[in-house]
C-alpha cells in the first residue's frame, strides 16, 4: 500500500519560512519524480515543485528563488523549503509520486499566510 504523509503545515505571517515534508512507503522511492502541487479554494491545483530521480528540478515562476526542494532516498523523504512566504502561498499543499507505474497523492497539508 502506497502511503505519502505530508507534515510541517501551519499559520505564519508574511516574511516567515516553513519546511514542508512527505514521508513515502510503499514504493521503490528512489526511482519517482517527486513533486509540491498546492490547491487554493476556488483554484485549480496547481505544480510548485518538482525533483526528478537524478535530482533535477522544476520551480513555478512564482516560488523561484523562495522554495527550495529536496530530496533524501535513504529516509524516502521530500522536503519543501518555503521562504519569504506571502498571503499569495496560502494552499493546501500535497505530495506527489509520479513514475510510470504509478502516481500517488498525499492527503495534503493547510499553510496559511497572515499578512
Known amino acids: 500500500q502506497v502511503q505519502l504523509v505530508e507534515s510541517g503545515g501551519g499559520l505564519v505571517q508574511a516574511g516567515g519560512s516553513l519546511r514542508l515534508s512527505c514521508a513515502a512507503s510503499g514504493i521503490v522511492f528512489r526511482v519517482y519524480r517527486m513533486g509540491w502541487y498546492r490547491q487554493a479554494p476556488g483554484k485549480v491545483r496547481e505544480l510548485v515543485a518538482r525533483i526528478g530521480s537524478d535530482g533535477s528540478t522544476n520551480y513555478a515562476d512564482s516560488v523561484k528563488g523562495r522554495f527550495t526542494i529536496s530530496r533524501d532516498n535513504a529516509k524516502n523523504t521530500v522536503s519543501l523549503q518555503m521562504n519569504s512566504l506571502t498571503p499569495d502561498d496560502t494552499a493546501v499543499y500535497y505530495c506527489?509520486?509520479?513514475?510510470?507505474?504509478?502516481?500517488?497523492w498525499g492527503q495534503g497539508t493547510q499553510v496559511t499566510v497572515s499578512s
Open positions: 506527489n509520486a509520479v513514475r510510470f507505474s504509478g502516481d500517488y
